[in-house]
């Protein structure tokens, strides 16, 4: 090589590209130039050193133009490699030309190519459901070999080269608003089998689509939904597509129905949540409805009323000036160069009992305020149409407008429409109590606050579960409905998964359940975010020894529902754990999350302790400590529960999870093992403060009915209790749990 480098004869390119081909590809030649720089003819031998990726070169795939070329001083020669796709197996192939001078000097050359199948182009067209070029968002997905090529079409077409064989060509083609080119819906289309050997066009035609329908038993409007499919050839990697949508915009889905499809798995896949409508607004005085949408994060109403509207101009204040707003509800134009925030706390300051913004421009019109804050007055939007229409209306004289809100239960509706097979012909459904678990839902939040929750449908081979939230008041109950799959066979086997937001500002923090199987017709009810808001119990931890390792994973926070659970999240949020053996410290971590550790074979008593403080983002348990005491030995069989005792509080709260003050309050309290089973208790303690821990007063404690306790303790006229429970079973368990702010009380 250091002679090389030395030389005054060098190869131009000193890299060469072949390219990519196949076999019916024609063979590829490229050339050489060795450039001698010297003042003496010089005279090179040629030799060629091939090597393949998954295989030796066949002779022949490589070949040279010469064996010997004179180079002329200060001068060139020219000499061309070929390669011979048709020859050999698929893969990289390498070959090196050494050229080497009388002299001993040598010139190395590189000389690369790939041999693949052939590609062919493959050319996507989209027409949306006006008949115009349309954008989409599309897979192309090859059933054989797993490869996947996303395509986003632009003005209506894509081309893409791939290589021959079996593909799905499937994605979602977008609907625009004429004036506004905003997406308004998406029309899942395409063909799951199509074998390409040569060039070909696939369209992909929303005009063709059937809209995707779920009759509720009460009126509802859609809040969501996902759509998609999920498409795998035996023994083959997999593809499951789906999108995700959540706007007041997008209040349609359609399909193109397919053929069975009969090569592999297919399965048409739709998710829906649906509400009872937030606002229902009509013109009191003459017929006519007037479809507002609720402003994303701001105030809702609830009940009914009737406002007088009124024209706010812009909200600025030459507009507001001398304008009488008050108890009345104020209609905005949209003013593009502030946030809807602004306008609506202007007219709010003014006196607005409630405000619609009209959209400046033509088109669909939906609008946001901040989630944090929200708003102090119902605010709803209104598209540029409508809003003329209102306005001639309130210049022809008073106009009053009636206003529907939030009335009796509110009702949501999970839904799950999983077809096998094909995209049905017709893709119409109905939730009925037939095909329908029912559960009554209790959130439990301080009177004010806002709180998010989310839910979707679980496959058995699901691998990933997108989660779209929907933020509502609190506290509120609601009936909330569930598909359980009895119409199709593709959802058997279907699980909700469901979780709550405690947090406003802070959508890391969450509160979750465990997967639910619902029996068609099932009545269930369930309480979430209830105190007291220690660690999760025995449904939601694992505790157990295998063999001389200890094994645990303990969430850090839980509500009064059983299986419920929370892990902290944020940098604010602090734990430690520490575990114990005869007194001796084994371990400490920041948390118990799959935490495991040897532990020796013989009988010894162990303790874990669990220590926790977080902000007053949930403004109860801001601090615990939690210490179980227990025996473990090598268990016979491979694997065992630890003894871990759990307290179980039934804590007779309201829906602000408040105690009234100034009066004698009672609570039950139990325990569990791990396991589940219930312990000997041998002696129970309680005691109480009501100021965050300084100070400890003990609390009455009777044995109750079954194996229950009744806890009596004078609440304080105001503020927070904080609890402290010890006891011990027969075999030498313990628990002591220290709750701060365990229950507000008012």
Same mark, same amino acid.
């Given at each position: 090589?250091?002679?090389?480098?030395?030389?005054?004869?060098?190869?131009?390119?000193?890299?060469?590209?072949?390219?990519?081909?196949?076999?019916?590809?024609?063979?590829?030649?490229?050339?050489?130039?060795?450039?001698?720089?010297? %003042? %003496?003819?010089?005279?090179?031998?040629?030799?060629? !050193?091939?090597?393949?990726?998954?295989?030796?070169?066949?002779?022949?795939?490589?070949?040279?133009?010469?064996?010997?070329?004179?180079?002329?001083?200060?001068?060139?020669?020219?000499?061309?490699?070929?390669?011979?796709?048709?020859?050999?197996?698929?893969?990289?192939?390498?070959?090196?030309?050494?050229?080497?001078?009388?002299?001993?000097?040598?010139?190395?050359?590189?000389?690369?190519?790939?041999?693949?199948?052939?590609?062919?182009?493959?050319?996507?067209?989209?027409?949306? @459901?006006?008949?115009?070029?349309?954008?989409?968002?599309?897979?192309?997905?090859?059933?054989?070999?797993?490869?996947?090529? #996303?395509?986003?079409?632009?003005?209506?077409?894509?081309?893409?080269?791939? /290589?021959?064989?079996?593909?799905?060509?499937?994605?979602?083609?977008?609907? $625009?608003?004429?004036?506004?080119?905003?997406?308004?819906?998406?029309?899942?289309?395409?063909?799951?089998?199509?074998?390409?050997?040569?060039?070909?066009?696939?369209?992909?035609?929303? $005009?063709?689509?059937?809209?995707?329908?779920?009759?509720?038993?009460?009126?509802?409007?859609?809040?969501?939904?996902?759509?998609?499919?999920?498409?795998?050839?035996?023994?083959?990697?997999?593809?499951?597509?789906?999108?995700?949508?959540?706007?007041?915009?997008?209040?349609?889905?359609?399909?193109?129905?397919?053929?069975?499809?009969?090569?592999?798995?297919?399965?048409?896949?739709?998710?829906?949540?649906?509400?009872?409508?937030?606002?229902?607004?009509?013109?009191?005085?003459?017929?006519?409805?007037?479809?507002?949408?609720?402003?994303?994060?701001?105030?809702?109403?609830?009940?009914?009323?009737?406002?007088?509207?009124?024209?706010?101009?812009?909200?600025?204040?030459?507009?507001?000036?001398?304008?009488?707003?008050?108890?009345?509800?104020?209609?905005?134009?949209?003013?593009?160069?502030?946030?809807?925030?602004?306008?609506?706390?202007?007219?709010?300051?003014?006196?607005?009992?409630?405000?619609?913004?009209?959209?400046?421009?033509?088109?669909?019109?939906?609008?946001?305020?901040?989630?944090?804050?929200?708003?102090?007055?119902?605010?709803?939007?209104?598209?540029?149409?409508?809003?003329?229409?209102? $306005?001639?209306?309130?210049?022809?004289?008073?106009?009053?407008?009636?206003?529907?809100?939030?009335?009796?239960?509110? #009702?949501?509706?999970?839904?799950?429409?999983?077809?096998?097979?094909?995209? /049905?012909?017709?893709?119409?459904?109905?939730?009925?109590?037939?095909?329908?678990?029912?559960?009554?839902?209790?959130?439990?939040?301080?009177?004010?606050?806002?709180?998010?929750?989310?839910?979707?449908?679980? @496959?058995?081979?699901?691998?990933?579960?997108?989660?779209?939230?929907? !933020?509502?008041?609190?506290?509120?109950?609601? #009936?909330?409905?569930?598909?359980?799959?009895?119409?199709?066979?593709?959802?058997?086997?279907?699980?909700?998964?469901?979780?709550?937001?405690?947090?406003? %500002?802070?959508?890391?923090?969450?509160?979750?359940?465990?997967?639910?199987?619902?029996?068609?017709?099932? $009545?269930?009810?369930?309480?979430?975010?209830?105190?007291?808001?220690?660690?999760?119990?025995?449904?939601?931890?694992?505790?157990?020894?295998?063999?001389?390792?200890?094994?645990?994973?303990?969430?850090?926070?839980?509500?009064?529902?059983?299986?419920?659970?929370?892990?902290?999240?944020?940098? %604010?949020?602090?734990?430690?754990?520490?575990?114990?053996?005869?007194?001796?410290?084994?371990?400490?971590?920041?948390?118990?999350?799959?935490?495991?550790?040897?532990?020796?074979?013989?009988?010894?008593?162990?303790?874990?302790?669990?220590?926790?403080?977080?902000?007053?983002?949930? /403004?109860?348990?801001?601090?615990?400590?939690?210490?179980?005491? !227990?025996?473990?030995?090598? /268990?016979?069989?491979?694997?065992?529960?630890?003894?871990?005792?759990?307290?179980?509080?039934?804590?007779?709260?309201?829906?602000?999870?408040?105690?009234?003050?100034?009066?004698?309050?009672?609570?039950?309290?139990?325990?569990?093992?791990?396991?589940?089973?219930?312990?000997?208790?041998?002696?129970?303690?309680?005691?109480?403060?009501?100021?965050?821990?300084?100070?400890?007063?003990?609390?009455?404690?009777?044995?109750?009915?079954?194996?229950?306790?009744?806890?009596?303790?004078?609440?304080?006229?105001?503020?927070?209790?904080?609890?402290?429970?010890?006891?011990?079973?027969?075999?030498?368990?313990?628990?002591?749990?220290?709750?701060?702010?365990?229950?507000?009380?008012?």
């Amino acid at each position: 090589m250091p002679k090389a480098l030395d030389a005054t004869v060098y190869s131009s390119p000193a890299v060469v590209s072949m390219g990519k081909s196949s076999a019916e590809s024609a063979p590829v030649t490229k050339t050489v130039n060795y450039v001698n720089t010297s %003042a %003496a003819d010089t005279t090179l031998s040629l030799r060629l !050193f091939t090597v393949g990726e998954t295989a030796p070169p066949m002779d022949g795939t490589f070949a040279l133009s010469d064996t010997i070329v004179t180079v002329p001083a200060n001068s060139t020669r020219s000499v061309t490699v070929t390669y011979h796709p048709e020859l050999g197996a698929m893969g990289d192939y390498t070959a090196v030309i050494t050229a080497t001078a009388t002299d001993g000097t040598a010139v190395h050359t590189t000389v690369g190519a790939t041999k693949d199948v052939p590609t062919v182009d493959l050319t996507v067209n989209t027409i949306d @459901r006006h008949g115009e070029p349309a954008s989409g968002e599309l897979a192309v997905f090859n059933l054989d070999t797993g490869a996947f090529n #996303q395509v986003y079409p632009d003005n209506g077409t894509k081309a893409v080269a791939v /290589p021959q064989g079996r593909y799905s060509v499937m994605g979602l083609v977008h609907t $625009r608003d004429r004036a506004s080119s905003q997406v308004t819906d998406y029309t899942l289309a395409g063909e799951p089998v199509v074998e390409l050997k040569a060039d070909r066009t696939i369209t992909l035609d929303a $005009r063709l689509g059937k809209e995707v329908k779920v009759a509720t038993p009460e009126k509802s409007e859609q809040s969501s939904f996902k759509l998609g499919y999920r498409q795998q050839l035996p023994g083959k990697i997999g593809m499951d597509f789906l999108k995700a949508v959540s706007s007041p915009l997008w209040d349609h889905a359609y399909v193109v129905p397919t053929k069975p499809v009969e090569l592999g798995m297919f399965e048409f896949h739709f998710q829906q949540r649906r509400y009872s409508p937030v606002i229902q607004a009509s013109y009191a005085e003459k017929e006519g409805a007037l479809p507002l949408e609720q402003v994303m994060y701001a105030a809702r109403l609830y009940g009914t009323s009737t406002l007088q509207a009124v024209d706010a101009g812009m909200a600025r204040p030459e507009d507001l000036t001398g304008k009488d707003l008050g108890g009345k509800l104020a209609v905005v134009t949209r003013d593009a160069t502030r946030k809807s925030i602004d306008l609506i706390t202007a007219v709010a300051d003014a006196g607005a009992k409630a405000v619609v913004i009209v959209n400046d421009r033509p088109g669909p019109f939906a609008t946001i305020v901040p989630r944090v804050t929200g708003t102090a007055i119902p605010a709803w939007s209104l598209t540029q149409d409508e809003g003329v229409g209102l $306005r001639g209306r309130m210049a022809d004289g008073p106009t009053r407008i009636d206003l529907k809100g939030i009335t009796g239960v509110p #009702q949501v509706y999970n839904i799950a429409m999983m077809v096998p097979g094909e995209i /049905p012909a017709n893709p119409v459904d109905a939730v009925i109590a037939e095909n329908s678990a029912v559960v009554k839902s209790h959130y439990r939040s301080t009177k004010g606050t806002m709180i998010g929750d989310a839910a979707s449908a679980v @496959r058995p081979s699901d691998a990933l579960v997108t989660l779209v939230p929907d !933020f509502f008041d609190a506290p509120t109950d609601r #009936q909330e409905w569930y598909s359980t799959g009895s119409n199709w066979p593709a959802t058997e086997g279907l699980r909700w998964l469901h979780m709550v937001l405690p947090d406003r %500002a802070d959508t890391s923090h969450t509160m979750k359940d465990a997967l639910h199987s619902y029996r068609a017709g099932e $009545r269930r009810t369930k309480t979430w975010l209830a105190a007291a808001n220690g660690p999760a119990g025995p449904q939601s931890t694992q505790a157990v020894r295998e063999g001389d390792n200890i094994s645990l994973t303990v969430p850090e926070m839980s509500d009064s529902q059983p299986g419920h659970y929370s892990q902290f999240s944020g940098d %604010a949020d602090k734990a430690t754990a520490r575990i114990y053996q005869d007194g001796k410290l084994l371990k400490e971590v920041p948390r118990l999350s799959l935490t495991t550790l040897p532990v020796s074979p013989d009988p010894a008593t162990y303790r874990v302790t669990l220590d926790t403080s977080r902000p007053a983002w949930f /403004p109860l348990s801001t601090k615990t400590s939690t210490a179980w005491t !227990f025996k473990s030995s090598r /268990p016979a069989s491979d694997k065992e529960s630890l003894a871990l005792l759990w307290p179980k509080y039934g804590l007779d709260l309201d829906a602000e999870n408040t105690a009234r003050g100034g009066r004698t309050g009672h609570f039950d309290l139990g325990f569990a093992l791990q396991t589940g089973t219930t312990p000997d208790i041998r002696g129970v303690e309680v005691t109480m403060s009501t100021d965050d821990g300084d100070t400890w007063h003990p609390a009455k404690v009777k044995s109750a009915k079954g194996d229950s306790y009744r806890v009596t303790l004078r609440n304080p006229d105001s503020g927070y209790v904080s609890l402290r429970v010890k006891t011990c079973d027969a075999n030498g368990s313990k628990i002591e749990q220290t709750l701060i702010r365990a229950y507000a009380v008012r």
